[in-house]
């Protein structure tokens, strides 16, 4: 999928965003560039809509590498919660993205309340999914039909991975290093970060 042979990961921006849901699996992921041993390099790298920077949910301010025109086909996009769902719920410009991207992106992921946006896009309709454990209530009422799994940590559905509460994320994304590397190269991943997983 991307122009370099390797497996691109895009972790989406924005303003409001929760912090650990983005950088969580950011660092994840960019440690399994560097321990990668597939001649499908792993790459991740940051975007937002329009390639400016984001304030986040607490403060912090990220400049992201890409925008989401630029940022070319991934294989794997991490969508983070946090307060910003909120509009993202209603915007059909996001929403309808999000569905575009869906048909072309193997793998789908979100942290938190990320899978609300997820929800209202249509990609949960009939899936089992988590998010974190105050939004439930939200999720069902966004989507009635989502199977939603109040005890996972995360939700691999293939092309769609859903985590719970923000450290979840962290939990998904050495998930998907082994499921698109291996064991041994997530094993080595969560000893780099001192990280027990669960």
């Not at 942290?111 to 439930?136: F, K, M, Q």
């Amino acid at each position: 999928m991307s122009t370099d042979g390797g497996l691109h990961i895009g972790i989406l921006l924005f303003d409001d965003a929760d912090e650990l849901d983005a950088v969580g699996p950011f660092e994840v992921l960019a440690a399994w560039e560097e321990h990668s041993a597939s001649p499908l390099r792993p790459h991740v790298s940051t975007f937002s809509r329009d390639g400016e920077g984001v304030r986040l949910a607490k403060g912090m301010r990220i400049v992201p590498a890409r925008s989401a025109d630029d940022v070319g086909p991934l294989h794997v996009l991490v969508h983070p919660g946090g307060w910003g769902t909120r509009a993202l719920v209603a915007d059909h410009g996001h929403l309808e993205w999000l569905r575009q991207v869906h048909t072309q992106t193997p793998v789908v992921a979100s942290v938190c309340t990320g899978a609300l946006v997820l929800a209202a896009a249509g990609l949960l309709a009939g899936r089992p999914a988590t998010t974190h454990r105050d939004h439930y209530d939200e999720l069902a009422q966004i989507d009635p039909s989502t199977v939603i799994d109040t005890e996972a940590r995360f939700v691999d559905d293939g092309d769609v991975v859903t985590s719970a509460g923000a450290s979840a994320g962290i939990d998904m994304a050495l998930h998907l290093v082994e499921r698109l590397e291996s064991v041994e190269v997530a094993r080595a991943v969560r000893h780099t970060l001192e990280y027990p997983g669960i």
